[in-house]
């Protein structure tokens, strides 16, 4: 049969504006997340990483906020700039160092498309 | 150090053909897993690669096979290919002494026809 494309979510700013990108997971048990960026052509390039024994990492203009009660990951990036344009993805895992055993596998969303105007 | 590399970049093949990947893992990084990237699945988990054992596996057909070398580059094979093998391939490595963090390669876009 014919296949249905993902239909992602975007998100469009201005220059200077603060970004904040969305994700739902699933797993209840997973304890690892990550967010990536990926610019066409590319493949993923890691951002930030958070752990489930926190709610709250900072990086460099990035900030991700994690609440296991909703399943909910956020990334809000400060002063968007036009070269943050790309699609973004959070990908969970059970991480093998807590004792996981689903070696390797990160369970990746969607993908949010994020566009910034100059 | 250098990233994760994979060659080839692209690939264009015919239906029934089979095709190999190659991906070499950033230095000191033993566990390589693969992804499939599509418009319509987005990315889907294929194996995953540690000191040349398969620890885990996706849901792909056994036409999706892979192996792991004593340098830690891993390849992987599709055989008898399909027009909906046509994907972008990612490789990924980690360091998974220290770090649970995937680090991926440019990938190899395969078209096949």
């Known amino acids: 049969g014919e296949s249905v494309g993902l239909h992602l979510p975007t998100l469009s700013v201005q220059e200077g504006d603060n970004s904040i990108i969305n994700c739902a997971y699933s797993n209840s048990a997973s304890d690892y997340f990550i967010w990536y960026k990926q610019e066409s052509g590319k493949g993923p390039q890691f951002i930030i990483d958070?752990?489930?024994?926190?709610d709250k990492r900072q990086g460099q203009r990035v900030t991700v906020l994690l609440n296991k009660t909703v399943k909910h990951l956020s990334l809000q990036i400060a002063a968007t700039q036009p070269g943050d344009s790309a699609v973004y993805f959070c990908a969970e895992n059970t991480s093998e160092n807590a004792g996981g055993t689903s070696y390797g596998k990160l369970t990746f969303g969607q993908g949010t498309i994020l566009t910034v105007h100059p | 150090k250098a990233g994760v590399t994979q060659t080839p970049r692209y690939l264009i093949k015919t239906r029934g053909q089979q095709v190999t990947l190659s991906c070499s893992p950033i230095?000191?990084?033993?566990?390589v897993s693969w992804y499939q990237q599509t418009p319509g699945q987005g990315l889907q988990f294929l194996f995953e690669?540690?000191?040349?054992?398969?620890?885990n596996k996706g849901n792909f057909p056994g036409r999706f096979s892979g192996r792991q070398f004593s340098n830690s580059r891993s390849e992987m094979n599709v055989s008898t290919l399909e027009l909906g093998d046509s994907a972008l391939y990612l490789c990924?490595?980690?360091?998974?002494?220290?770090?649970?963090?995937?680090?991926f390669g440019p990938g190899t876009r395969l078209t096949v026809l």
């Open positions: 690669y540690f000191s040349e054992t398969q620890r």
């Open positions: 990924a490595s980690s360091d998974i002494r220290h770090t649970d963090t995937q680090y």
């Open positions: 230095s000191g990084h033993r566990s």
């Open positions: 958070i752990r489930s024994n926190m």
